[in-house]
Nanobody
Framework: QVHLVESGGGLVQAGGSLRLSCAAS????????MGWYRQAPGKQRELVAS???????NYVDSVKGRFTISRDMAKNTVYLQMNSLKSEDTAVYSC???????????????WGQGTQVTVSS
């Protein structure tokens, strides 16, 4: 069973930074894309960043230039560096994966608790 555990969230003032981590219980990078999602109360979960096994990245327009996704394959961990945080970034952040032959709408693993990011304005 593969488990994903998110950490690194917290309370930060607008303009500040946080670094989130997503640790996997096993090797999850082969044949998959890793992504960070976020969900605010009353809103749908949205994909904000993704990274492939070869290191190619994509971001939702609202975080481009501010967020950076990276991974350490030896540690089975994906990171999300968040800079210049805004109040609208407040959400529960979760990680997941999908195959290169599928879509981020069909993640491979069950959702965990995620990590709460709260940006004060």
């Amino acid at each position: 069973q593969v488990h994903l555990v998110e950490s690194g969230g917290g309370l930060v003032q607008a303009g500040g930074s946080l670094r989130l981590s997503c640790a996997a219980s096993g090797n999850i990078f082969s044949g998959s894309v890793m992504g960070w999602y976020r969900q605010a109360p009353g809103k749908q979960r949205e994909l904000v960043a993704s990274i492939t096994r070869t290191g190619s990245t994509n971001y939702v327009d609202s975080v481009k230039g501010r967020f950076t996704i990276s991974r350490d394959m030896a540690k089975n961990t994906v990171y999300l560096q968040m800079n210049s945080l805004k109040s609208e970034d407040t959400a529960v952040y979760s990680c997941n994966a999908w195959t290169t032959r599928s879509s981020p709408l069909w993640p491979l693993y069950s959702w965990g608790q995620g990590t709460q990011v709260t940006v004060s304005s």
